[in-house]
Nanobody, 124 residues
Framework: VQLQASGGGLVQAGGSLRLSCEAS????????VGWFRQAPDKGRELVAA????????YYSDSVKGRFTISRDNAKNTLYLQLNSLKPEDTAEYYC??????????????????WGQGTQVTVSS
């Protein structure tokens, strides 16, 4: 699966953004997918993930209640709705896909396809 992320930008604290990730191959519908982020001088962090069925999701404690992950298998597209953004959400955001997986994959090594990243910058 090849992935193309988009939707990042500069937003004020409290604002919203929606990230999209388009997949180029049909195996997207049977892939567990997720969003990671990496801030400068920090490791890559799993933000949200979902299994291929869409009914099994994970959110990190830092974004729970503010971010929503969703997928449209008919459009081969993954989304991440970011609400109530904070300056600490500033990072490069990456989408990733894992072959198989009715359930979400919690670890980066489980993902075999990665998008190029989209920058989210939240000003205070």
């Amino acid at each position: 699966v090849q992935l193309q992320a988009s939707g990042g930008g500069l937003v004020q604290a409290g604002g919203s953004l929606r990230l999209s990730c388009e997949a180029s191959q049909l195996t997207f519908s049977t892939s567990a997918v997720g969003w990671f982020r990496q801030a400068p001088d920090k490791g890559r962090e799993l933000v949200a993930a979902v299994g291929w069925s869409g009914g099994n999701t994970y959110y990190s404690d830092s974004v729970k209640g503010r971010f929503t992950i969703s997928r449209d298998n008919a459009k081969n597209t993954l989304y991440l709705q970011l609400n109530s953004l904070k300056p600490e959400d500033t990072a490069e955001y990456y989408c990733a896909a894992s072959r198989g997986g009715p359930s979400y994959r919690p670890y980066a090594y489980q993902y075999n396809s990665w998008g190029q990243g989209t920058q989210v910058t939240v000003s205070s």
